[in-house]
């Protein structure tokens, strides 16, 4: 009989906890909804710090076209450039003229994030003179360019071992708020007001690292 008595004990603390937990979240979420409300009003500049630009990522990437001594020596570039081990970029198609085959490892990327990407971005404009085309810019709010040799670089000599390669440099632009688009659970479109614009990745650039777009 005191086994029974126990367990109906249980039962009925386990229902008391459900009922005051599900009466306790509504009222949780709409003291967390006006604690937004109050923080919203009372700082302006959050609010500027909130929706302004940010940068993602910055991707670097070489492309070689074939597999082999040459791929080698454009990762050597690349780790030395940026400090990380680059991984191998494969072929999505195959194309007999140009004697590639399907996953065929043909060039090498590194991706760059916070503090060293802001690093490497100074680095980068530095071989243009700080000077970048407006048509670099995208809808999307990202910038893309190329450095046609790797020597441009300060602290880079040329290697006649290694030779000279060129890469491509994209910036990734996002907003707080971009996460939505990558969740698993409740994945969801960011809005067209919410999404970085052209015009306003062209100002953080140049407030930031002091680029002249020309036109």
């Known amino acids: ?25 509504p009222k949780k979420k709409n003291e967390y909804k006006k604690q937004i409300k109050t923080k919203s009003k009372m700082d302006p ?41 680059p991984i191998e970029t494969l072929s999505k198609t195959t194309n007999k003229d140009w004697g590639v085959r399907k996953l065929m490892p043909i ?19 530095s071989t243009r003179d700080n000077k970048m085309a407006d048509y670099s810019f995208d ?11 790797h020597t441009l670089f300060k602290n880079q000599k040329y290697d006649p071992n290694i030779g000279i390669f060129g890469m491509d440099i994209n910036i990734t632009m996002k907003r707080d708020g971009y996460r939505v688009k990558n969740r698993r659970i409740a994945r ?17 650039f140049s407030k930031k690292f002091n680029v002249e777009v020309v036109s």
Do not use: W, Y
């Open 188 to 204: 969801r479109r960011i809005p067209h007001k919410h999404r970085v614009k052209k015009e306003e990745t062209m100002e953080f």
């Open 107 to 125: 060039g090498c990327k590194v991706t760059l994030r916070s503090k060293k990407a802001d690093q490497f971005i100074v680095e980068a404009l």
């Open 45 to 85: 500049e959050m609010k500027k710090e909130l929706f302004s630009p940010k940068i993602e990522k910055v991707t670097i990437n070489i492309g070689v076209g074939e597999a082999g001594e040459r791929l080698k020596k454009a990762g050597k570039v690349l780790q030395g450039l940026t400090g990380q081990k």
């Open 139 to 149: 809808d999307e709010g990202n910038l893309s360019f190329g450095i046609p040799d």
């Open 1 to 25: 009989m005191t086994v029974k008595k126990e367990e109906k004990t249980k039962k009925t603390d386990k229902k008391t906890i459900t009922k005051t937990a599900k009466k306790s979240a």
